[in-house]
Structure formats: structure tokens, C-alpha cells
């Protein structure tokens, strides 16, 4: 099976970072991997979509419409853009937080209407409000660092890896108190979804790994 | 770990870029010399040899384009020096002079020309499908299936073209250059990086030898299509009397549509790592057991027409589909195979997508110029003059990060056709139209393509205003030097070769003071209209992406601007004009300054009128600085 993961955002936010992350811990436990990225011109500040895909059927790089399994997003809009991937059994995990396109005039949808989309096209939302707590820590661009932890409680009770791989991923992130502060970032990740996700949603993504 | 780290293991599975295993499999098979010029999807390939060559003790080097990377690698290949040059798709545009002769003349020891293609356009201007260049000039065509077969490919490829002495092509697309995978690694020879030229007479391109070297290459050509019978990368698998032929990546997709739609095993498939010549063996023993037959491929029938010719040749009655069933444009994607295998064998899909619920109007998100990017400052003075002074104008373009100039509000790039395009577009519309050409280049690009229409519009006195946008850098494909880069080897400045070519208006400025933009551009326009031909202002100052990850790496925290609300008028120009990406509208209109985006560059205090912006703490401004310029 395989176990599939779209990671969207806005360029700039770390989604790259996020899904090597990722990707870096499932082959530390041993697990095939494919990571389709995005780079060049579409990268500056545009919408990004990364494809994650996990396991032993893994052939090709992109995911189907309507076959993610999992969506980690930096942005709401980004979510709600890329939620035609997800299956009815999915999950959404995603950073409480919405960023205006650099366009002159442009209509923003209102938040709790984007995120009653997101609530309709997957079987059940996480809202993480990544990038204020990044904030507040001292490391504003380190949302993806909390993303990261949130994940890793999953993929790690799922099987994909363990919380030590994950662990030695961060270490390597930035430099000096930044380094710190990540792998607070990182832990008040992990304990938020060990406080919110259930044994249910584990089992759904853990079969997807089986 | 990263792929430098890697270079001393000779076993074990790690994450690789496709575009680091195919540099990966060209050191494993002796690779001693490598060139390119930097463009997406392609640039990681000679980034990664570069962040190798010392350890390794190979020759990897950027050139100022691709044809002059060829004509380098081509060099060293014909010297004996296993070699690969790298490039996107429509880089073989410009190298494809030499290419076409190259394999005329063959070459001594393994010659891999890497070209990148974009299907789907993600970072390019068309999505051509460069295997025809293969059809074209006689050149086999290698194409991976995944980033692991990446590395095993390249590896062969470069064996291929020593032992048949004749240059290769290795196709890869942006799903294998830019997907990372598993990838088992291999020991890397010591490489070889001298030799010699012997000077023979085929070498001589003059009629009399060329057309011996034709003849030569034609009975080349007979023993390599005969090889790709035996070739390890073309394989047959399955059985049943339906045939799939896949070509390169297509094969990942096919396989795993197979397995979604419960055919696996009860299809053949054709499998082929090298796409041209097609295995014509292979291809007539398959096809006279089949029924009916699909090519999948991703872009141009380039294999299908190939099938069908074959069998029309051996007679053999079969009918063969492929783009009826597939579609000629863009990417292949999961999905979109399923959905025309589905079609074929006449099967339900077993859909599971999502039905449409309650909706809400997206915003669309196209890409932009960075926080801090030096050339907003620019574009929005010289937007304002436009509009402010109405002066009819054709703003040419071109490509790099400035191409984003398109989109509102700035509106300057009215055409973005090729590399070197705006000065050379700007020549003809300079003597047919009555407008005003300006023409908007980067340092890469004007060192790439811009010198050679520069002198024609100097020799014809053209009247132009040509903008160097001089960021020291190669940045939109992701930072690699050009000879305009102060820290590189030798530092060309673009104005003394500017000034070389008898061109009198040559001002250097730096475009966040949009005060020095107007100046400047206002002189420039009395210059162009006055004495004609072309005037020349270089705006100089480096990327944001390097100063930030610079300022970030020294340790010193990256200051912060702030927006004070009490004095903030909500005039919009901030977040709609100027349009850093950092700065957002409040309810009421006021402007905000988002802490994960700001760069604190500085260059929205001049923009503001009552002067609301300002930096959120004192900071070492000079320092600062000191990364910018």
C-alpha cells in the first residue's frame, strides 16, 4: 500500500524543508519514499504543492486527484486549493493561518469559510496554529518545524518512522538559539497531536502503510 | 545527509534528488569533466558536481550559455575525458549547433548530454519534447523511469557513448530531475581529467570530410539501434495480448495504474529506458503476439510514430494507440493514466474522488518578486513614471526572476519569448514601431544572450533604454554565479563591456532608491530621443534570498519594519503598488507587516507618504547594508 501525503503551502514557508523531513525519517526506518518537489519560478512566493508518497507500492511521483490520504498545509487558501486531492477518509492538518497573494485588489474568502471546506472534503481537520507559536518562540519562519512535530506523532504511531529519526532531522535545522528553538517547536508539535488525534486516525493511516 | 556528504560511501540507500543521482551516476561511471549553464528543472546536476569537484578531483564548471558549455564538454569528450553537460530543454535551442555536428564527428570517450524537459511548463517557456532532437541528429535517447534508474542510466549512458564513441542523450523530465527517492549508492572511480586531441581530419567540418563523417555516423547508427535490442533498460514484463509500451516515467504511472485497476500481470509491458532508437526486435516480437497496442508517453508520439512505422515496415497488423487515448499536453499524472488505461481495456476506474462540496471563491496565487527583491523598487518608480508621463512604450522582456515584472501592478514585460529576447526583440520594434522599447534583462541573461543584439542595436543606433537588472546572480534557478558575481572568479562588470561597445549612456544605480530610478530614467529618455541608439542603466544590488540566508548565517538576526497604525492613512500604495508580499491590508485598510515574511530590506519607508514604516527595533544599519551591496 501507499500512503499518500500532498504538502502545500506558499513558496517561501518551508514546505520543501518539511517534506525532506519527512521523507528523511521514513528512510532511516527503512521505508521507499518518492518526493515530488516543486522549484525555479514557481517557487517565489507562489502556491506550492509537494507530493509525498510512502511505501512499498510506490512507483510514481505524483498523487492522484482524490487519493491523498494525508494534506499538511503552511496556509488555509493553499489547503483548500489542493483539497481535490483528498479521499473521502483523509485527513487535514493544517496551519491556522492565511496570507494575503501579493496581488493589487485581490478578494481574500473569509477563514471559517475556508476552513468549513476543508472540515467537508477531508474525514477530519486539525487546525495548528504553526506560525504564531513559531513566533511567539523567537523563530518566525520555524511553522514548519511545529508542522513537523504534529506529523511525526502520526507517521510514528502509523509506522513510518520513529519519533528518534524524526528527532535527529531537527537537530540538523538552523543554527545557534534557532537551533533551540526548533526543537521546542518541534516537541509542542508533537504533544498537541498526541493530544488531539485519536487512535481511530492512526489506525486509518497505518493501514494505508501496511 | 547532503549529497556532498555522501561522496565517500560506495553502498547504501539514501534520499537523492533525481538530479543529484544522475550526478551520482556520472561519477560513478568516471565522469572528469562537466559544464552547464543553470535552468529549471536542470541546475542541481552541475550544482551537485560542483559541491563534489574538489573531493572527487573532477573538472565542474557554470558557463556563460549552454552552447559554450557544450562546445566545453564536447571538447573534453573529444580529448578523451569521460564528460556531461547539463541544461533544460530549450537550452538545446541554443547549444544545438555544435549538437547537431557533434555527432557527426563522434567523440573519443563518453559524452552524456543532459537535457531537462518541463512538461507542464512549471519554469519554462514551452514544453518542447526534446527526444526529437535525438530523431534530429541521429543521437540515441536514454530516459529514466525514477531517480534510482536515474542514477543506473547515466552510469550506462556514459559506458555507452565511450564504447560506440558517439554523444548520448539523457532525457529527464521534472518529475524525475525534482522527485527525491531512494537511490542506492555505488563505489566512484578515480577520475580521469586530462587527454589529449588528436588531430585528425574529421574533425574538420569542411564539405569533403563531413560528408565522409556522415557515412561514419550512419554505420555508428546501424550498431547502436541493433544494441538497444540487448539494452538492460528496455525490458518486457507481464503477459496477456494487450501491450503497453511505456516510455521513461510513463512506465511508473502505468504500473501503478495497472495495479490500481487490478491489471497487473495481465498486461504486457514494454518497458524502455532508451526511446530512440526503439528495439525494433523487441517491439516486432511483442506486437505480433498482441491484440492491440497503447503507447504511453509523456508530451510528443515520438514512440508511437516510431511503432507504427515499425510495424508498417514488418507488416504487421496490429493497431496502435496512444496520444487518442493519452492527450498530447502537459504532464502525466497518476489520475490521468488510470483514466486512459481504464478507457482502454474498457474497465471501470473505481474513482474515489471527493465530490464538490460547498465551494468558496480561491484568490489565485501567482509567484512574485521575493520580500527585499531589489527590483520592486525599480519597477514600481518606473511604473509610476509610465503612467504619470504617458509615453507610449513597449516594455521587452525576458527570462529570470524579473519575468514576474508581468503581472499587476508593475505590467512591465509585454513579451518574454527566449533568453536574450528583450534587447533582441527590442532592435525590430526600435525601427517598426514609435513607441518607446525598453528593454528589461538580468546579468546572467545579458552575459548569456544580451551582448550580441546590444551591438547590433548599437551598429544600427537604435533607440532603446536598456535596463540591466544586475543582482550578481543567477537567482531564479536557484543561485548560481554569472561573470557579473563580485565573489566569483573573475568578475566582469556589465558596464565596461557596455562601455566597450561605444555606448556613451552607461549609469549605474541602485534600484531601491527609487529617487536615483527616476533621475536616471528620465536622462535616459531625453538621451534616447535626442542622439538615439541605445542608453544602458545597470541597476545593481544583490538578491534578498542571498543577503537574508547570508545576514541568517552570520548569526545576526535579520532586522523587522512595522507599520504604525496611528499614522498609517490606508492609502494602499504599500501592499498594492509597491506590493511586497509582506505586507498585508487590515480590515479597515491599514497596513501590516508580516514577521515570517519581512526581510527587513527597508525599501517600504520611502514608498510610505506620512512616513508610517519604519524598522520594529534600532538596528546596526551600515552592517546591514554592508551584505546588500
Known amino acids: 500500500m501507499v500512503l499518500n501525503i500532498v504538502l502545500s503551502g506558499v513558496g517561501g514557508q518551508g514546505i520543501l524543508t518539511l517534506a525532506q523531513l ?25 502556491s506550492v504543492i509537494v507530493h509525498v508518497r510512502l511505501g512499498r507500492g510506490v512507483e510514481a511521483p505524483l498523487i492522484g486527484e482524490g487519493m491523498g490520504d494525508m494534506l499538511v498545509s503552511l496556509e488555509l487558501v493553499e489547503a483548500a486549493r489542493y483539497s481535490p486531492y483528498l479521499s473521502k477518509e483523509s485527513i487535514a492538518i493544517v496551519n491556522d493561518k492565511l496570507i494575503r497573494p501579493s496581488v ?106 501496511e | 545527509m547532503k549529497f556532498k556528504d555522501l561522496i565517500k560511501l560506495t553502498q547504501g540507500k539514501y534520499l537523492l534528488l533525481g538530479n543529484e543521482a544522475i550526478a551520482r551516476g556520472a ?12 535552468g529549471t528543472p536542470s541546475s542541481d546536476i552541475l550544482e551537485s558536481l560542483i559541491a563534489v569537484r574538489d573531493l572527487v578531483g573532477i573538472k565542474a564548471s557554470w558557463a556563460v550559455n549552454e552552447k559554450v558549455a557544450f562546445e566545453s564538454a564536447y571538447a573534453a569528450a573529444i580529448s578523451g575525458v569521460k564528460s556531461l553537460v547539463a541544461m533544460k530543454h530549450v537550452g538545446l535551442n541554443v547549444a544545438a549547433d555544435p549538437f547537431m555536428t557533434s555527432a557527426y564527428t563522434g567523440v573519443e570517450e563518453g559524452f552524456v548530454i543532459v537535457t531537462a524537459d518541463d512538461p507542464s511548463m512549471w519554469s519554462s517557456q514551452n514544453e518542447q519534447d526534446n527526444r526529437w532532437y535525438g ?66 581530419a574529421k574533425y574538420v567540418h569542411i564539405p569533403a570530410n563531413a560528408r565522409k563523417n556522415k557515412k561514419a555516423m550512419l554505420e555508428r547508427w546501424r550498431r547502436i539501434s541493433e544494441e538497444a535490442n540487448t539494452h538492460p533498460f528496455n525490458r518486457v514484463e ?23 485497476l487490478g491489471l497487473s500481470g495481465k498486461v504486457r509491458i514494454v518497458k524502455l529506458g532508451m526511446t530512440y532508437p526503439i528495439p525494433a526486435r523487441i517491439i516486432k516480437d511483442e506486437a505480433s503476439k498482441a491484440t492491440r497496442i497503447l503507447v504511453v508517453e509523456e508530451l510528443d508520439p515520438v514512440v508511437e510514430k516510431e511503432v507504427k512505422a515499425l510495424l508498417q515496415d514488418e507488416g504487421i497488423r496490429v493497431k496502435v494507440h496512444g496520444k487518442d487515448f493519452v492527450g498530447y499536453e502537459f504532464e502525466l499524472t497518476l489520475s490521468r493514466v488510470i483514466n486512459a488505461l481504464a478507457k482502454f481495456m474498457g474497465v471501470e476506474t473505481g474513482g474515489n474522488v471527493s465530490e464538490p462540496v460547498k465551494s468558496v471563491q480561491l484568490p489565485p496565487r501567482p509567484p512574485v518578486l521575493c520580500p527585499g527583491c531589489p527590483y520592486r523598487p525599480l519597477f514600481f518608480e518606473i511604473r509610476k513614471i509610465l ?37 533582441g526583440t527590442g532592435n525590430g520594434f526600435g525601427e517598426v514601431t514609435n513607441s518607446l ?85 528620465m536622462e535616459a529618455l531625453k538621451t534616447v530621443k535626442g542622439e538615439g541608439g541605445p542608453a544602458v542603466i545597470i541597476a545593481r544590488r544583490r538578491c534578498a534570498l542571498e543577503v537574508t540566508r547570508e545576514i541568517r548565517r552570520s548569526g545576526i538576526e535579520v532586522p523587522l519594519y512595522v507599520v504604525d497604525e496611528d499614522k498609517c492613512i490606508a492609502c494602499r500604495i504599500c501592499y498594492d503598488w509597491f506590493a511586497c508580499p509582506a505586507i498585508f491590508p487590515l480590515k479597515d485598510g491599514k497596513a501590516v507587516i508580516d514577521p515570517e515574511l519581512c526581510v527587513g530590506c527597508g525599501a517600504c519607508e520611502q514608498v510610505c507618504p506620512v512616513k508610517a514604516i519604519r524598522p520594529a527595533k534600532p538596528y546596526d544599519k551600515e552592517k546591514i547594508e554592508s551584505f546588500w551591496r
Not at chain 2, 530523431?135 to 559506458?159: G, R, W
Open chain 1, 22 to 46: 519527512i521523507g528523511r525519517s521514513a528512510l532511516a526506518h527503512d521505508v521507499p519514499v518518492l518526493i515530488a518537489e516543486t522549484h525555479g519560478l514557481s517557487q517565489r512566493g507562489g
Open chain 2, 238 to 260: 507481464g503477459s496477456g495480448d494487450v501491450l503497453i509500451i511505456a516510455s521513461g516515467i510513463a512506465y511508473a504511472y502505468v504500473k501503478e495504474a495497472a495495479e490500481h
Open chain 2, 27 to 38: 561519477l560513478e561511471g568516471g565522469l572528469g569533466y562537466a559544464s552547464a549553464y543553470p
Open chain 1, 104 to 209: 493589487p485588489n485581490i478578494k481574500m474568502p473569509e477563514r471559517d469559510d475556508v476552513v468549513e471546506v476543508l472540515r467537508q472534503r477531508s474525514r477530519e481537520l486539525f487546525l495548528v496554529k504553526a506560525s504564531e507559536i513559531a513566533n511567539e518562540k523567537g523563530n518566525p519562519i520555524g511553522g514548519n518545524v511545529v508542522m513537523f512535530g504534529y506529523v511525526t506523532y502520526i507517521l510514528g504511531r502509523a509506522g513510518a518512522y520513529v519519533v528518534e529519526e524524526a528527532e535527529a532531522e531537527v537537530s540538523g535545522l538552523g543554527r545557534g538559539k534557532i537551533a533551540e528553538v526548533n526543537k521546542e517547536l518541534f516537541k509542542i508539535g508533537y504533544e498537541k497531536a498526541s493530544r488531539e488525534v485519536s487512535d481511530p486516525v492512526i489506525s486509518l493511516i497505518k493501514a494505508k502503510l
Open chain 2, 135 to 200: 530523431v534530429h541528429a541521429y543521437m540515441p535517447v536514454f530516459e529514466p523511469s525514477s531517480p534510482s534508474e536515474a542514477k543506473d542510466i547515466t552510469k550506462y549512458a556514459l559506458e555507452f557513448s565511450s564504447r560506440h564513441k558517439h554523444p548520448v542523450i539523457l532525457r529527464t523530465t521534472t518529475r524525475i530531475s525534482h522527485t527525491r527517492g531512494p537511490v542506492s549508492l555505488g563505489p566512484i572511480p578515480k577520475p580521469v581529467t586530462t587527454g589529449e586531441f588528436r588531430k585528425e
Open chain 2, 387 to 423: 503612467n504619470q508621463e504617458k509615453i507610449p512604450y513597449i516594455a521587452a522582456g525576458d527570462i529570470g526572476c524579473y519575468s514576474l515584472g508581468f503581472n499587476p501592478p508593475y505590467r512591465l514585460q509585454d513579451i518574454i519569448i527566449e533568453m536574450g529576447g528583450s534587447i
Open chain 2, 437 to 521: 522599447v525598453i528593454a528589461i534583462i538580468g546579468d546572467s541573461t545579458f552575459f548569456h544572450a544580451g551582448i550580441p543584439p546590444l551591438i547590433n542595436a548599437v551598429w544600427k543606433k537604435i533607440p532603446m533604454i536598456v535596463i540591466v537588472l544586475d543582482n550578481e546572480i543567477t537567482a531564479m534557478t536557484g543561485h548560481q554565479p554569472s561573470p557579473a558575481t563580485r565573489r566569483s572568479m573573475s568578475y566582469i562588470p556589465i558596464e565596461n563591456v557596455v562601455k566597450g561597445l561605444g555606448i556613451s549612456f552607461v549609469k549605474v544605480i541602485d534600484p531601491f532608491s527609487t529617487k536615483e530610478v527616476r533621475n536616471t530614467f
